[in-house]
Protein backbone atom coordinates (compact mmCIF):
# COMPACT_ATOMS: atom_id res chain seq x y z
CA UNK A 1 0.00 0.00 0.00
CA UNK A 2 1.08 3.74 -0.67
CA UNK A 3 0.08 6.48 1.51
CA UNK A 4 0.50 10.47 0.69
CA UNK A 5 1.53 12.12 3.44
CA UNK A 6 1.01 15.93 3.82
CA UNK A 7 2.37 18.33 6.12
CA UNK A 8 2.65 22.29 6.61
CA UNK A 9 -0.91 23.63 6.52
CA UNK A 10 -2.13 26.55 8.25
CA UNK A 11 -3.30 30.29 8.56
CA UNK A 12 -1.19 33.19 7.82
CA UNK A 13 -1.80 36.56 6.67
CA UNK A 14 -1.62 38.29 3.50
CA UNK A 15 1.96 38.30 2.52
CA UNK A 16 2.87 35.70 4.36
CA UNK A 17 4.49 31.98 3.19
CA UNK A 18 3.97 28.27 4.50
CA UNK A 19 5.85 25.60 3.35
CA UNK A 20 3.79 22.22 2.44
CA UNK A 21 5.75 18.77 2.61
CA UNK A 22 4.55 15.60 0.91
CA UNK A 23 5.90 12.22 0.98
CA UNK A 24 5.05 9.00 -0.64
CA UNK A 25 5.40 6.26 1.86
CA UNK A 26 4.64 2.55 2.06
CA UNK A 27 5.57 0.02 -0.65
CA UNK A 28 6.75 2.67 -2.93
CA UNK A 29 9.03 1.34 -5.78
CA UNK A 30 9.47 4.42 -7.62
CA UNK A 31 7.29 7.93 -8.19
CA UNK A 32 7.08 8.64 -11.24
CA UNK A 33 5.69 12.40 -10.78
CA UNK A 34 4.36 14.25 -7.78
CA UNK A 35 2.95 17.65 -6.85
CA UNK A 36 -0.03 19.92 -5.54
CA UNK A 37 -3.08 20.83 -6.69
CA UNK A 38 -5.67 23.07 -4.75
CA UNK A 39 -9.62 23.58 -4.45
CA UNK A 40 -11.54 26.62 -3.38
CA UNK A 41 -15.23 26.21 -2.34
CA UNK A 42 -17.34 26.28 -4.83
CA UNK A 43 -14.21 25.87 -8.12
CA UNK A 44 -12.54 23.31 -9.23
CA UNK A 45 -9.64 21.65 -8.56
CA UNK A 46 -6.54 23.19 -10.36
CA UNK A 47 -2.88 22.37 -10.85
CA UNK A 48 -0.88 24.49 -8.24
CA UNK A 49 2.69 22.73 -9.29
CA UNK A 50 3.92 19.18 -10.42
CA UNK A 51 7.28 18.00 -11.22
CA UNK A 52 7.77 14.32 -13.52
CA UNK A 53 10.40 11.97 -13.09
CA UNK A 54 12.60 13.91 -15.90
CA UNK A 55 12.56 17.08 -13.39
CA UNK A 56 10.51 18.90 -15.44
CA UNK A 57 8.25 21.56 -13.83
CA UNK A 58 4.80 22.60 -14.57
CA UNK A 59 2.99 25.54 -12.35
CA UNK A 60 -0.44 27.10 -12.64
CA UNK A 61 -0.43 30.75 -13.58
CA UNK A 62 -1.09 31.97 -9.87
CA UNK A 63 1.82 30.01 -8.92
CA UNK A 64 4.68 31.42 -11.17
CA UNK A 65 6.75 33.69 -9.54
CA UNK A 66 5.59 33.09 -5.91
CA UNK A 67 5.18 29.63 -5.11
CA UNK A 68 8.84 27.40 -5.99
CA UNK A 69 8.65 23.08 -5.98
CA UNK A 70 11.58 21.33 -4.91
CA UNK A 71 11.63 17.48 -3.86
CA UNK A 72 14.13 15.07 -1.99
CA UNK A 73 16.78 13.23 -3.71
CA UNK A 74 15.20 9.79 -3.72
CA UNK A 75 12.20 11.61 -5.44
CA UNK A 76 9.69 10.30 -2.67
CA UNK A 77 9.28 13.86 -0.90
CA UNK A 78 8.16 17.09 -2.54
CA UNK A 79 7.67 20.23 -1.13
CA UNK A 80 6.16 23.64 -2.18
CA UNK A 81 7.15 26.59 -0.84
CA UNK A 82 4.58 29.16 -1.45
CA UNK A 83 5.20 32.98 -0.41
CA UNK A 84 3.88 36.13 -0.74
CA UNK A 85 0.24 34.70 -0.06
CA UNK A 86 -3.18 36.18 -0.69
CA UNK A 87 -6.04 35.99 0.29
CA UNK A 88 -7.27 34.39 -3.00
CA UNK A 89 -4.81 31.47 -2.63
CA UNK A 90 -6.98 30.06 0.12
CA UNK A 91 -7.84 26.45 -0.17
CA UNK A 92 -7.52 22.87 0.45
CA UNK A 93 -4.13 21.87 -0.93
CA UNK A 94 -4.58 17.96 -2.15
CA UNK A 95 -0.83 16.23 -2.94
CA UNK A 96 -0.80 14.23 -6.16
CA UNK A 97 1.51 11.31 -7.37
CA UNK A 98 2.31 8.82 -9.81
CA UNK A 99 3.71 5.88 -8.29
CA UNK A 100 5.01 2.63 -8.67
CA UNK A 101 4.37 0.01 -5.70
CA UNK A 102 6.72 -2.84 -4.63
CA UNK A 103 4.35 -5.28 -5.78
CA UNK A 104 3.54 -4.74 -9.59
CA UNK A 105 6.98 -2.14 -10.39
CA UNK A 106 5.58 -1.70 -13.75
CA UNK A 107 2.29 -0.41 -13.22
CA UNK A 108 1.78 3.12 -12.49
CA UNK A 109 -1.40 3.99 -9.88
CA UNK A 110 -2.17 7.72 -9.09
CA UNK A 111 -2.85 8.74 -5.52
CA UNK A 112 -4.06 11.49 -3.75
CA UNK A 113 -3.57 13.10 -0.17
CA UNK A 114 -6.12 13.50 1.70
CA UNK A 115 -5.63 17.87 1.66
CA UNK A 116 -3.93 20.18 3.71
CA UNK A 117 -6.05 23.77 4.29
CA UNK A 118 -4.45 26.75 3.66
CA UNK A 119 -6.26 29.59 4.88
CA UNK A 120 -4.57 33.74 3.93
CA UNK A 121 -6.27 36.05 5.90
CA UNK A 122 -6.60 39.61 4.88
Known amino acids: QVQLVESGGGTVKNGGSLRLTCTAS????????MGWYRQAPGKQRELVAKINVFGHKDFGDFALGRFTLSRSNDHHTVYLQMNDLKTEDTAVYYC????????????????WGQGTQVTVSA
Open 26 to 33: GSVFGVNA
Open 96 to 111: NAYVRDESTRRVVNEY
